[in-house]
């Protein structure tokens, strides 16, 4: 089919019957220009095992399939499963994940092993969710290309101090060295969404040293952020670091990591975070 004609992909959802979901974001990329720009930051090589995630009506996984070894798509619409399994059942490295990736993707990772690439054009509603939950659990392939809502990007990317740097900027950029590669607008998807998307590309981080505690740094990390007006001081004191540990082991924990305690977490770079982190473990 022609992956660039809005009447043609129209036609096709007809004579399926699929309606599609506002809820979901589905808009497909109907510009051919960023899918080969998106091919291209990929880099697939032909042994890789690749992840696509919505592959929609299978515009990206149709030149995936000549790229790379496996190809395993994460849909959940019912309707495009079924076109999708039609569609390329022939192809034996083409593997459907049908369902909610956040709920199938540590089984297919547990089954067949952790992917060298990652590509998507995420969801707007859940392109955080996704994002955050690779993260947390390890995920890291040698690189992710993503198109996410601008608004997405640009919290990803935020530099200490910006209004948009949170604690999933942190997590993000804690793992992730994370480059925008241009924006696309509205008219570069079918339906025509109201909002403008950009092509991230994330590689894992090989220039910060690991916490000694991942699973407290990732905690600690939520916790100073609970409330964004408070004082680090506050934040501690006052939230999950003081159910586990003693006031004095909070504060000297601080002065160690040579942090201010009447400054907020949107202050704070990562290498700070994980400072915090470290000493906490050592002491507690």
Not at 43 to 54: F, M, R
Not at 72 to 96: H, K, P, S, V
Not at 113 to 137: D, F, H, K, Q, T
Request: hydrophobic residues 40%; aromatic residues 8%.
């Amino acid at each position: 089919m022609n992956y660039d004609s809005p009447k043609e992909i129209k036609s096709v959802l007809d004579d399926l019957g699929i309606r599609l979901k506002k809820r979901w974001g589905q808009n497909f990329l109907i510009n051919r220009g960023a899918r080969r720009k998106i091919l291209s930051l990929l880099d697939a090589q032909k042994n890789d095992l690749v992840w696509e995630i919505g592959p929609g009506l299978g515009s990206l996984t149709n030149e995936l399939l000549f790229l790379t070894g496996k190809l395993f798509c994460f849909e959940l619409d019912r309707g495009l499963i079924a076109y999708l399994q039609e569609t390329f059942a022939g192809n034996e490295n083409f593997i459907l994940i049908p369902g909610d990736v956040l709920k199938t993707w540590k089984g297919t990772a547990d089954k067949y092993g952790m992917p060298e690439r990652v590509v998507g054009n995420l969801p707007y509603s859940s392109a955080s969710a996704i994002i955050a939950a690779l993260v947390e659990n390890n995920c890291l392939p040698s690189r992710m290309i993503f198109t996410v809502q601008k608004e997405l990007a640009q919290r990803m990317t935020a530099p200490v101090g910006n209004k948009n740097y949170s604690s999933f900027a942190i997590l993000c950029q804690f793992a992730f060295s994370i480059r925008s590669h241009g924006d696309l607008k509205p008219g570069s998807f079918f339906p025509v969404p109201e909002v403008t998307s950009t092509i991230i590309e994330l590689q894992p981080r090989n220039d910060l040293s690991a916490p000694v505690d991942r699973d407290l740094f990732l905690t600690l990390l939520k916790s100073l952020f609970v409330s964004r007006r408070k004082t680090i001081r506050n934040n501690l004191l006052s939230g999950w670091a003081a159910t586990r540990y003693r006031e004095d082991i909070l504060l000297k924990a601080l002065e160690l990591s040579h942090i201010d305690p009447g400054i907020r977490g949107e202050e704070l770079p990562v290498e700070a975070f994980i400072r915090l982190a470290d000493n906490l473990q050592r002491l507690g």
